[in-house]
T-cell receptor, first 115, second 114 residues
Framework: GAVVSQHPSRVICKSGTSVKIECRSL??????MFWYRQFPKQSLMLMAT?????????EQGVEKDKFLINHASLTLSTLTVTSAHPEDSSFYIC???????????FGPGTRLTVL | DQQVKQNSPSLSVQEGRISILNCDYT??????FLWYKKYPAEGPTFLIS?????DKNEDGRFTVFLNKSAKHLSLHIVPSQPGDSAVYFC?????????????FGKGTRLSVIA
């Protein structure tokens, strides 16, 4: 089956630093990747849609200058949380789709804690 | 405004019995619905989906029912097993293209008691 990995699985950083999270499709090429965020007891909230080779499309309320997304290849998308603050602490999950098929495959998520 | 609602945050069922998880949506443009299962500290795993042209889709122990007029869908698991204990998310989208983002409910935590 389609496998999506994320790295790191857990990161703790100081306020003001930047953190990069990688999302990789291991056995397929993903033209589209999505980034979600989940706060405790809340649903997965879409942050942005990332298409290979083009700029990401951000959801309303998500600051594109704070959450930098790069989708440089068909197997890798990165999310960089710039100048992280404690309120950015959350569970970040990416997903990838197999071309135009209808299923999103999710990564295992990254737990970010900003002190 | 929550477009996809799972009003039951938790559900407990005895092993062997049927588990019924419910989901309501408000956006009439949604025409594709999915259920995902999620364990703690892991990403969601796809379970089953249904297109709006159908009212039922079955895959082994899992069946999803869709009532378009009521904007309601449900996931039935029978028989329930302890390994089914997890958080179940209902998700919806406009269109079935892999480029379409999903809107998720808040999830229902299912506990199957042996």
């Amino acid at each position: 089956g389609a496998v999506v990995s994320q790295h790191p699985s857990r990161v703790i950083c100081k306020s003001g630093t930047s953190v990069k999270i990688e999302c990789r499709s291991l056995d397929f090429q993903a033209t589209t990747m999505f980034w979600y965020r989940q706060f405790p007891k809340q649903s997965l909230m879409l942050m942005a849609t990332s298409n290979e080779g083009s700029k990401a499309t951000y959801e309303q309320g998500v600051e594109k200058d704070k959450f930098l997304i790069n989708h440089a290849s068909l197997t890798l998308s990165t999310l960089t949380v710039t100048s992280a603050h404690p309120e950015d602490s959350s569970f970040y999950i990416c997903s990838a789709t197999l071309g135009t098929t209808d299923t999103q495959y999710f990564g295992p998520g990254t737990r970010l804690t900003v002190l | 405004d929550q477009q996809v609602k799972q009003n039951s945050p938790s559900l407990s069922v005895q092993e062997g019995r049927i588990s019924i998880l419910n989901c309501d949506y408000t956006n009439s443009m949604f025409d594709y619905f999915l259920w995902y299962k999620k364990y703690p500290a892991e990403g969601p795993t796809f379970l089953i989906s249904i297109s709006s042209i159908k009212d039922k889709n079955e895959d082994g122990r899992f069946t999803v029912f869709l009532n378009k007029s009521a904007k309601h869908l449900s996931l039935h698991i029978v028989p329930s097993q302890p390994g089914d204990s997890a958080v179940y998310f209902c998700a919806a989208s406009q269109g079935t293209s892999g480029n379409t983002p999903l809107v998720f409910g808040k999830g229902t935590r299912l506990s199957v008691i042996a």
